[in-house]
């Protein structure tokens, strides 16, 4: 229920990423797997397309199709897979249980469930028309855990194999279906580093680990993302590396039976120098593959980037200790006793709490998730799940010891003592259903579905984007190509049918670069780019508000709404623009340059009024801080004129004059007539 929220203001696919994933699904469905995997996509980075298969999350799009053969029955491929992340979000609710009811027993993976299903971040990425990477890519991956934890701890020797090579085959669909999931190869690659110091039956696992680790490498090379590149790169060798020392190490220990584990801690200390040397060495000469630079900042949160293109994207977020008080709440405060338990479980070596091997294992994922969620917002989805297992065992070692029986001759503890102890308990999982007011669990996790707002900041919802599209894939000829910020590529493809220059998946950043660049061009030299891009129209996205109780026959805007005219500033990073030439001091407020001397600014159909601060009722002709920029309506491309552009479609909300949000969708025809000044002279 609270994943399907959203269905409240309209029942569409949110976010930009997955209306491809659909389109690609669609094509499976129509085509065939053989075809897609051929498949170079003529609509994505016009002219050069886009290598699908190579450049995409294929088992998000294969489960898709088989599940939809399956189970669509009579609805629509777009229905289907709208609720298509609901259903695998909900599914992993079940998987966590059995994952840490494997690690704590049947209570904690209780707890586990409840957490998990009321949990921010994991319910705003799993949530009704997310068509994303990441409801996959967590159920695979957590079930793929899951079957290598079972395997190792199963006292039935016979069902381990088919557990543990079936664990490294769901763990490879994790990773083909979203990049993400490499974060569990961290947990996985230390806990094999310790096992032979924790583990006494070397004669079982010794086999175990390597058949886990090969299944989950040959599954990754089926594919050609992650594919080979992957496993001959640190990926594959944060995997390969651990399990080499786990087998050496058990090898020596039984050809040298004196000072077994001071010998294997040696090794370990050698391959712990040697691994660094290694990495640092081949951060210069890269003899090994490297991710992308967000993989490498999830392993060093420390690791700045000089690339405003991945900075400019809001996923990539640094997470503030403020976020993370918000969505962990009182989860924070069960995980810190979770792991003082832990810890002291370990210790007692009569404790039949936990093995003492799983307990390392939930220490290691607690940690890495807690210091990989602190790089980017995205990745607070490991985050919690790292809160939620050590908050789970925590809240069920406590419940265990306040519940114990007490040894004859002390006072059992009363059921007048136990009752408060529940109901405090109740209490605070509670509270953050509740508060705060307008940032609980279920508001949080309620929001219109960015097709329906334009990913602006009013919570509404409009036909502006679907009207926009509607028109494009109506009043344009099918082989036209559509100019606009990355952003909106994967809707004009999916929706408006008709081929882009840029889009989400971010391929080309120098293409990216160059629409940047065009759009801080003058108009004439911005209307010679897109005749060498090929381009038709180019579209623009300005998000605002009519202002109301103004007794003149003009309207009047505020223009600061999410739209292209509050990414502009990231445009000009990413063009290598000086800033200060456009903006004024705050950031924001555009200079008179921009708006007379950019196509960018030409291509807003408002004009700059006045400045006013609401708060003291002031108004300035000039530019104040602490004012904002008033605007009135002006086209500066009419249909019927001569200049480089000519508006062909404004969205209804623009037109319509009603006082409130106002979303703006502008469409301009690119004037193949058109004579520039320096050729007129």
């Not at 886990?212 to 599954?219: A, R």
């Not at 991710?291 to 690791?303: G, W």
Request: net charge negative; proline share 5%; glycine share 8%.
């Amino acid at each position: 229920m609270l994943r399907s929220q959203s269905a409240d203001y309209g029942f569409e696919l949110n976010e930009f990423d997955p209306f491809f994933n659909f389109r690609a699904t669609e094509f499976i469905v129509e085509n065939g797997f053989s075809e897609y995997f051929e498949w170079n996509d003529d609509l994505s980075w016009y002219p050069h397309g886009r290598d699908v298969s190579a450049t995409s999350q294929v088992m998000l799009h294969t489960t898709a199709a088989i599940t939809y053969q399956i189970f669509g029955g009579d609805s629509s491929l777009y229905d289907f897979t709208i609720l298509f992340p609901v259903v695998f979000a909900s599914l992993t609710t079940i998987v966590i249980f059995a994952l840490v009811r494997v690690m704590g027993g049947t209570s904690a993976g209780l707890f586990a469930a409840l957490f998990y299903s009321i949990s921010i971040p994991l319910i705003i990425r799993g949530s009704l028309g997310w068509f994303k990477s990441e409801p996959l890519g967590l159920f695979y991956g957590l079930l793929g855990l899951y079957l290598f934890l079972s395997g190792i701890k199963s006292e039935n020797k016979k069902i381990v194999i088919s557990k543990v090579i079936g664990g490294g085959i769901i763990l490879g669909f994790g990773l083909a279906s979203w990049g993400g999931i490499q974060f569990f190869i961290i947990p996985i690659g230390i806990f094999i580093l310790i096992l032979p110091f924790i583990r006494k039956d070397h004669h079982f696992i010794i086999w175990v680990i390597p058949l886990f680790v090969t299944s989950l490498l040959l599954t990754c090379m089926m594919f050609e993302r992650p594919g080979i590149s992957f496993v001959l790169g640190m990926g594959g060798l944060s995997l390969i590396i651990p399990t080499g020392f786990f087998v050496s190490c058990i090898i020596i220990q039984k050809i040298k039976q004196e000072h077994q584990t001071r010998n294997s801690l040696l090794f370990l200390v050698a391959l712990l120098i040697i691994i660094p040397s290694v990495m640092i060495i081949n951060s210069d000469s890269q003899f090994l593959p490297l991710p992308s630079h967000r993989y490498l900042n999830a392993l060093n949160p420390f690791l700045t980037t000089s690339i405003p293109l991945v900075d400019s994207v809001s996923e990539h977020a640094t997470t503030t200790l403020e976020q993370s008080f918000l969505f962990h709440s009182v989860l924070m405060i069960f995980s810190g006793i979770g792991i003082w338990l832990i810890i002291k479980n370990i210790q007692n070596k009569n404790s039949n709490f936990i093995k003492n091997d799983m307990l390392f294992f939930a220490l290691i994922l607690g940690i890495a998730g807690v210091y990989v969620s602190s790089t980017f917002v995205r990745l607070e989805v490991f985050g919690s799940i790292a809160v939620i297992v050590l908050a789970s065992l925590g809240l069920t070692a406590l419940t265990k010891e306040f519940f114990k029986n007490k040894p004859q001759g002390k006072k059992p503890t009363g059921k007048l003592i136990k009752l408060p102890y529940v109901a405090g308990i109740i209490i605070l999982l509670i509270i953050p259903m509740i508060f705060p007011v307008d940032a609980n669990t279920p508001s949080m996790s309620k929001s219109p579905p960015t097709i329906l707002n334009g990913g602006s900041i009013y919570q509404i919802t409009s036909n502006d984007w679907l009207d926009s599209m509607e028109w494009i894939k109506n009043n344009t000829s099918e082989d036209a190509v559509i100019a606009a910020w990355w952003d909106y590529g994967y809707w004009i493809q999916t929706m408006g049918e008709r081929a882009t220059l840029a889009d989400n998946s971010t391929v080309n950043t120098r293409i990216i670069e160059n629409i940047a660049k065009m759009f801080f061009k003058n108009p004439d030299d911005a209307w010679i780019s897109l005749n060498e891009m090929q381009a038709d129209y180019i579209l623009v996205f300005v998000a605002g508000e009519k202002l109301g109780g103004i007794d003149s026959e003009k309207s009047f805007y505020i223009l600061r709404g999410g739209g292209d005219e509050s990414k502009k500033q990231w445009f000009m990073k990413i063009a290598g623009e000086d800033l200060s030439k456009y903006l004024f001091s705050d950031g924001v407020s555009a200079t008179d340059y921009f708006w007379d001397n950019t196509l960018l600014g030409k291509m807003f159909p408002f004009t700059h009024v006045s400045y006013v601060n609401f708060q003291t009722a002031k108004e300035s002709p000039t530019y104040v801080p602490g004012f904002l920029p008033i605007f009135e309506k002006e086209i500066k491309y009419s249909s019927d004129g001569n200049g480089p552009l000519r508006l062909v479609y404004a969205s209804p909300s623009f037109t319509e004059e009603k006082v409130g949000p106002m979303l703006g969708i502008f469409i301009y025809e690119i004037n193949k007539n058109y004579v520039s000044i320096s050729d007129k002279s």
